[in-house]
């Protein structure tokens, strides 16, 4: 009798483990595509703000090169930004996505932009957690930058902050 009740002990907890062991291969996919997002998201509000210290105030630009790394990247069409919505955006948002802003700090001499993104709706469908009920998993992600600098005046010189670029967070 103690035998059987080991091997029904030994069945559930192998089952448990089993379980555990195949959900935590969904949770590493969820780790390594939220950091391909993270970086897609960090590598488009970089090539935003290089665009903006060249084109001072152009957000449909910047916006269109930032959606563009992101596509590249994450395979995230444009037509997904345009429900997208940020209830901490910044005053400034992109023509076509409430999901991208910006805003343009300027003290007479010197423009800085801070830009932010957030990712439309991504879901990583789950292999093994659809077992327990968990058929897909929420990848939230976004970045800023607050490191573009320009000098105004008659021609506008931008360069990169005096820590060798934007940075991101």
Known sequence: AEHGALLVL?????????????FAVDIARRNE????????????????????SRHDADYAGANARLTAVVEADLGIARAK?????DDGALPITAPDTGCISYRRNADGRRVTYDIRVRLPE????????????????????????NGV?????????????PTGGPATT
């Open 122 to 145: 991504l879901r990583l469908t789950t292999i093994f957690g659809s077992a327990l009920g968990i058929d897909s998993i929420d990848l939230a992600a976004g970045a800023a930058s």
């Open 149 to 161: 600098n320009c000098v105004v005046g008659a021609a506008v010189n931008c360069a990169a902050p």
């Open 10 to 22: 030994t069945a559930a907890l192998m089952t448990t483990f089993l379980a555990a062991t195949a």
């Open 81 to 85: 930004w345009e429900h997208c919505t």
């Open 33 to 52: 595509m939220l950091a391909a997002s993270q970086h897609a998201i960090d590598a488009g509000v970089i090539t935003a703000a290089e665009y903006l």
